[in-house]
């Protein structure tokens, strides 16, 4: 069965903090990805990894940034968490789509972690 | 990459089929059609995905006209189980590897008893 974890569950720091949210996967994909989801506004993409130490920006990448080290793990930091980066996190990820292969490869997703800033 | 219009919210009964349809005018030749479903706490999860005409498999079908300019999602005789919220979405295959998917803001199903 396919399997994305991710750190917590719920999670509540301050104004200012540092802050490393963790996704690990168990199937071998090369794309990662990680997305907020606030209420009236749906998923947003924040960053994603289609190899090891490969990284691009998402549509609202800034006060974020990610690091890819192992092909299984993508990490989501918050350099100086703020108040409007309380959300949900959802981490996901996917095999590799070939050139010119028609098909459209489903992205299986994490839990989610609820991330307050006070 | 193509934006998709749902609606909102839709309410049914239990034993009802539901559509949803979505609209995405702008879809581009190579853009496949996915739609996931999304439970609370929960991430969302593929249900099904689709090019052109129809499409089934054990939980929906997936009709798409000729222009593909929309689609509708089919859930035969719902459940409460299935309340949930059902995005649509378009994405690109082919160029790159990246696949990158917009979720728009989604609809929201209540199946009532």
């Known amino acids: 069965d396919v399997k994305v974890t991710q750190s917590s569950r719920y999670l509540v720091k301050r104004t200012g903090e540092k802050v490393f949210l963790e996704c690990v996967q168990d199937?071998?994909?090369?794309?990662m990805f990680w997305y907020r989801q606030d209420p009236g506004l749906g998923l947003r993409l924040i960053y994603f990894s289609y190899d090891v130490k490969m990284k691009e920006k998402g549509d609202i990448p800034e006060g974020y940034s990610v690091s890819r080290e192992k092909k299984e793990r993508f990490s989501l930091i918050l350099e100086s968490a703020s108040t409007n980066q309380t959300s949900m996190y959802l981490c996901?990820?996917?095999?590799?789509?070939?050139?010119?292969?028609?098909?459209?490869?489903?992205?299986?997703f994490g839990p989610g972690t609820r991330l307050t800033v006070t | 990459l193509a934006k998709t219009t749902q609606p909102i919210s839709m309410d049914s009964y239990e034993g009802q089929e539901v559509n949803i349809t979505c609209s995405h005018n702008?879809?581009?030749?190579?853009?496949?059609i996915t739609w996931y479903q999304q439970f609370p706490s929960q991430g969302p999860r593929f249900i099904i995905q689709?090019?052109?005409t129809k499409v089934t498999n054990e939980v929906a079908s997936l009709f798409i006209p000729a222009d593909r300019k929309s689609s509708t999602l089919s859930l035969p005789r719902v459940s409460l189980s299935d309340t949930a919220v059902y995005y649509c979405?378009?994405?690109?295959?082919?160029?790159?590897?990246?696949?990158?998917?917009?979720f728009g803001q989604g609809t929201t199903l209540q199946v009532k008893p």
């Open positions: 996901a990820s996917s095999p590799m789509w070939l050139a010119g292969e028609r098909r459209f490869y489903e992205q299986y």
């Open positions: 199937m071998d994909h090369e794309n």
């Open positions: 979405l378009v994405g690109e295959y082919g160029s790159s590897n990246t696949g990158k998917l917009i």
């Open positions: 702008n879809i581009a030749t190579n853009d496949y």
């Open positions: 689709g090019y052109k």
